[in-house]
């Protein structure tokens, strides 16, 4: 079993930056496929970002990409997401997951086996 925490959320200006960790426990994440999502309220949880498990391959939505860098730390076990010049749209509760050791990165949630609890982030205009 793998156990994912996220930090470093909090109630920011539009134009600020943030950046979210996800330590994970149980179990070494080297070779787990990992993402973030975020959920906004009245809306699905939706695909953010998402890295390979060598960490050569990232996607970004659209809605994202340019401003917000997915990376990892093996060596941590820990997951990172640097969020810059953030929107009042970018306001939601965000979600860090990991798929099956060895899998392929996707953007789907369903694909992924573990999940934190989740941080919430507040972008204010």
């Known amino acids: 079993q793998v156990q994912l925490v996220e930090s470093g959320g909090g109630l920011v200006q539009a134009g600020d930056s943030l950046r979210l960790s996800c330590a994970a426990s149980g179990r070494t994440i080297s070779f787990y496929p990992m993402a973030w999502f975020r959920q906004a309220p009245g809306k699905e949880r939706e695909s953010v970002a998402t890295?390979?498990?060598?960490?050569?391959?990232?996607y970004y939505a659209d809605s994202v990409k340019g401003r917000f860098t997915i990376s990892r730390d093996n060596a941590k076990n820990t997951v990172y997401l640097q969020m810059n010049s953030l929107k009042p749209e970018d306001t939601a509760v965000y979600y860090c997951?990991?798929?099956?050791?060895?899998?392929?990165?996707?953007?789907?949630?369903?694909?992924?086996?573990?999940w934190g609890q989740g941080t919430q982030v507040t972008v204010s205009s």
């Open positions: 890295i390979s498990w060598s960490g050569g391959s990232t």
């Open positions: 997951a990991a798929r099956g050791a060895f899998g392929s990165s996707s953007a789907a949630l369903a694909d992924y086996d573990y």
